[in-house]
């Protein structure tokens, strides 16, 4: 016991108070685009974007597609675009994820759902599906529990079963012999039920996004409710996704 009470004292608090206020370190967050005028003919960026989330005239940057490569930063030659640590990269609306120039042109914050308040606001349950994805975005989604974070203080758990879940949350492009185990799930849930589209493979195919091997129908027959960018997205990202749409005070638990 008093090994455990020496080791409480060296290291302290490990769970982030006030989550809204937190910001990683060494993160690779929330782009900015500056208003400088890029040179006549100048598409540097856009031909360096793997997965053309960069469109010019004016220039912006879809949230949506963007896997945080950082290619638009080196090959830009006005020096245009940086990253910040920012994780707050959610937004209710696909349109809602487009990053404009200028130091208010960040997504549109996510407002709370009166209707979803009133009904999880004090639990909610969570089935997570990799549909297709890599495992980085499930390892961020999973570390949103771990004492760091700590959703659960929320009440807001991870499920093993759709049959207890309220939200689905989906990660990875939605490959076609993934199609049907999605469909399976969402049926499971029992109504009221919402999806949740975590990182740039889920809500837009992300590196995959032309490949043959997508089924994408699920989403375009059930639009999410959040969309969370990342590739993947850092878990204070998909936190504070979470409390701002159920309107969940960060210093609550």
Known sequence: MFKSLRVRASQ????????RKAVPNGHRGL???????CPEGCHACVDACPTEAIAIEPVRLDLGKCVFCSECVHECPEGKFAFTSNPHL????REGLIVTEGPEGG????ATDAALKKLYGRSLRMRQVSAGGCNGCE???NAALNVNFDLARYGIEWVASPRHADALVLSGPLTRNMAEAVRLAWDAMPDPRFVIAAGACAISGGLYAQAEALDRGFLRDVGPVVYVAGCPPHPLGFVNAILQLLGIAPSAG
Request: glycine content about 4%; aromatic content about 4%.
């Open 12 to 19: 302290g608090s490990q769970f982030i108070v006030d989550l």
């Open 31 to 37: 782009p900015t685009i500056s208003t400088a005028p």
């Open 90 to 93: 959610s937004a209710r609306t």
């Open 107 to 110: 997504p549109d914050p996510i």
């Open 139 to 141: 390892l961020e989604l």
